[in-house]
């Protein structure tokens, strides 16, 4: 079973080569978002208690959503491989996904991060904000912000797993099919170790 995790800034590629992946090695996909907006649509106990926190104002803490993913990973059947899409996105998120994955026998092969500079994620993401009606990151002060948010609070899951020794990064400037071979040989070399 291949676990990964595609890690990155925002804008830096993550949703175009996931699609990609998800073909090529048969993955199942699990976004947290889409997670959370199922529960919610669902009215289901996690999407419940979810809400909760939500309507306050308040982060969903962390079990909730290690238990979303564990639901889902149940009710998906047999699974070949997982790719992880904005998840985790702090230490404490990686840690309970790795205990989670720990009892499954099936812990997480790589994280492969998506190498991509500032200036470059900010202009993808203006040009998202036009091709994909997204007003928010058209904003300048809401592009800074998710990008900070990320530096803040995300980055240190990469570092999580360079402890691990299950980091790679690639450099997510170039040629779409360029980029995606360079992330396959990554996965491809971390399943010979």
């Known amino acids: 079973m291949i676990n990964l995790i595609l ?20 993955l199942t996909h699990i976004s947290t978002g889409d997670l959370f907006r199922k ?13 909760e926190y939500m309507s306050k104002g308040n982060l969903v803490p962390d079990q909730v ?19 992880f899409d904005g ?16 009892s499954k026998g099936a812990p997480i092969r790589v994280l492969v991060e998506l190498v991509v500079p500032e200036e470059e994620l900010k202009k993808r993401l203006a040009e998202r904000a036009v091709k994909e009606n997204r007003p928010d990151d058209a904003k300048p ?36 099919e360029n980029i995606f071979t360079n992330i396959c040989r990554e996965i491809d070399r971390s399943l010979l170790s």
């Open 141 to 176: 002060e809401v592009i800074e912000n998710r990008i900070a948010v990320y530096k803040a609070e995300t980055v240190s899951v990469a570092q999580y797993y360079k402890n691990q020794n299950k980091y790679s990064s690639v450099i997510g400037v170039g040629e779409i």
């Open 39 to 51: 529960h919610l649509k669902e009215g289901t106990p996690l999407g419940k208690l979810a809400q």
């Open 65 to 83: 959503v290690i238990d979303m993913v564990d639901d889902k990973i149940k009710s998906s059947g047999q699974l070949s491989g997982i790719i």
């Open 7 to 26: 890690f990155g800034p925002p804008g830096a590629g993550k949703g175009t080569q996931s699609t990609k992946l998800i073909e090529k090695y048969s």
């Open 87 to 102: 998840f985790p996105r702090t230490t404490p998120q990686a840690e309970a996904l790795d205990n989670l994955l720990a």
